[in-house]
């Protein structure tokens, strides 16, 4: 079964530095995607960048990108500029190539001190 | 991104009454969803995979005569709590599948449900 961890319950930044999420996975398959969505205190899961495992270049989404290290199953998130909307909780997900099901970590909680 | 709707976003309901939350794909056909709940404080729990036109597949551990799918057709899935109690209070938000240079999931708004 795969798994996905998220070892950094809380982070905090000062607006326009730059953080980065940690996040590692587990799992046997060679087809499959990985995401990290954001979910601020309404709740709604927002999409902030996907990676595709077969691509070897790493994403990126304006001030969002993403540090994929296949071998090592790694899947950091970089947020650079940071601003105080980033304030949300972020989760690292897996998606199965072969049954399309999300799996998630524990979520780290992002704070931008101004 | 595409757009998933759910709807309602907040529903309170009596012990041993049903609910039901409609997702719907605005502007694609999914013919994928996925049903998920999340706890406070928590991260999202998939609790079971919605096919259009074919029955849902359950996570471990969910009970499916009490959490009842129905994926009508291809914009729509429907999550029936049946005879709730109060430990069914929660967030329940879905998701479809979209095919866009591979897939990617969008997420409704969510619905929060009290059950008093």
């Known amino acids: 079964a795969q798994t996905v961890t998220q070892s950094q319950p809380e982070m905090s930044v000062q607006e326009a530095e730059t953080v980065t999420l940690s996040c590692t996975y587990d799992?046997?398959?060679?087809?499959?995607?990985l995401f990290w969505y954001k979910q601020p205190p309404s709740r709604q899961m927002i999409l902030v960048i996907r990676?595709?495992?077969?691509?070897?270049q790493n994403a990126t989404e304006n001030r969002f990108s993403v540090n994929f290290q296949k071998a090592a199953k790694s899947f950091s998130l970089k947020i650079s500029d940071s601003q105080l909307g980033d304030t949300a909780m972020y989760f690292c997900a897996f998606m199965s190539g072969e049954t399309d099901k999300l799996i998630f970590g524990t979520g780290t909680r992002l704070q931008v001190f101004p | 991104g595409a757009v998933v709707s759910q709807h309602p976003s907040r529903v309170i309901c009596k012990s041993g009454t049903s609910v039901k939350i409609e997702c719907r794909s605005l502007?694609?056909?999914?013919?994928?969803m996925f049903w998920y709940r999340q706890f406070p404080k928590q991260s999202l729990m998939l609790m079971a995979t919605s096919n259009e036109g074919s029955k849902a597949t359950y996570e471990q551990g969910v009970e499916k005569d009490k959490f009842l799918i129905n994926h009508a057709s291809l914009t729509l899935s429907t999550l029936t709590v049946t005879s709730a109690h109060p430990e069914d209070s929660s967030f329940y938000i879905c998701s479809a599948l979209m095919w866009v240079e591979g897939n990617t999931i969008y997420f409704g708004e969510g619905s929060w449900l009290t059950v008093v």
């Open positions: 502007d694609f056909q999914a013919t994928t």
């Open positions: 990676q595709e495992a077969y691509k070897q």
């Open positions: 799992t046997s398959e060679n087809n499959y995607y």
